[in-house]
């Protein structure tokens, strides 16, 4: 697209040279803050050997934008101090001492899923992850689009997540364009690392995603399948990344630790069983 489009909180910006949308979640305001979604009551959060499991409680209540998405991105944050201190980790989040980061109210709880079914922004974790395992389950609209950010930072001279931090594609191969190339297909590190075909299930379904990130080691994980593996920094990713649109784009990859981003791009996604583990 080349014409300008507005974000959700209403500010004007400029659209992506490429088929995503959405840029780095920006803090709420009031507005924001007013928005109600159907159908969540709480979050309940369990330890299970290190591990944060968000468990979404759908019931008939409403709540606001804020308390949504403040709980699920504290959620992932607590796996930071998880294996250290849980209970403080409770505590400083039941206290708001978080830093709070706020998106408009196109995603709501459906069904116990994470979904956005109108027009948003991305999700973004309140707390950057160096090395870590993010394990998530996926469901994508026909001709759908989506991602996860990792490694991800907030530059003013980057306009958009992606253009610091790699994304794992989310996508229905058999309809959107972007399943044409196994460069941007379902599974790949979106531009670099292409995932072999067959893998994904049918728009729909509810396909497996793991995610590894430890140093410059990075795995993506499909359907139990390791559908990509390489080295940030290596040669070969150093070439590839020089071939490609981040060429231009200096912070690209280059994080040691960085926000983990789930991707608005204009199409229904939901998301659940969110589980994130802090590696050493």
Not at 90 to 108: D, F
Request: hydrophobic share 35%.
């Amino acid at each position: 697209m080349d014409r300008d489009h507005r974000d959700g909180g209403g500010r004007r910006r400029r659209a992506r040279d490429h088929a995503q949308r959405a840029g780095p979640a920006r803090r709420g305001d009031a507005a924001q803050r007013d928005g109600r979604h159907a159908g969540l009551n709480g979050l309940n959060f369990r330890f299970c050997g290190g591990v944060v499991v968000l468990n979404i409680v759908p019931t008939g209540d409403t709540v606001t934008t804020a308390r949504l998405v403040t709980a699920v991105a504290r959620g992932l944050t607590l796996a930071l101090t998880a294996v250290a201190a849980p209970r403080i980790a409770l505590a400083q989040t039941a206290s708001g001492s978080a830093t709070e980061r706020l998106i408009p109210s196109g995603w709501g709880v459906r069904e116990g899923a994470l979904t956005r079914a109108h027009p948003a922004a991305d999700i973004i974790t309140t707390e950057k992850f160096k090395n870590f395992e993010l394990t998530l389950e996926w469901n994508i609209a026909p001709g759908g689009n989506s991602g996860i950010f990792y490694r991800a930072s907030e530059h003013p001279d980057d306009n958009a997540i992606y253009w610091s931090a790699p994304e794992y594609q989310i996508l229905d191969d058999a309809r959107h364009p972007d399943g044409q190339s196994r460069l941007t297909a379902a599974g790949s590190d979106y531009g670099l690392y292409p995932s072999p075909a067959g893998v994904v299930k049918p728009a729909g379904e509810w396909n497996t995603t793991r995610l590894v990130v430890n140093g410059n080691h990075v795995e993506h994980w499909l359907n139990g399948v390791k559908v990509v593996e390489y080295e940030l920094g290596s040669p070969d990713w150093e070439a590839k990344v020089k071939a490609s649109k981040f060429a231009t784009h200096p912070r690209y990859g280059r994080n040691a630790e960085g926000y983990i981003g789930l991707q608005e791009h204009e199409f229904r996604v939901a998301y659940r069983n969110i589980k994130i583990r802090a590696l050493p």
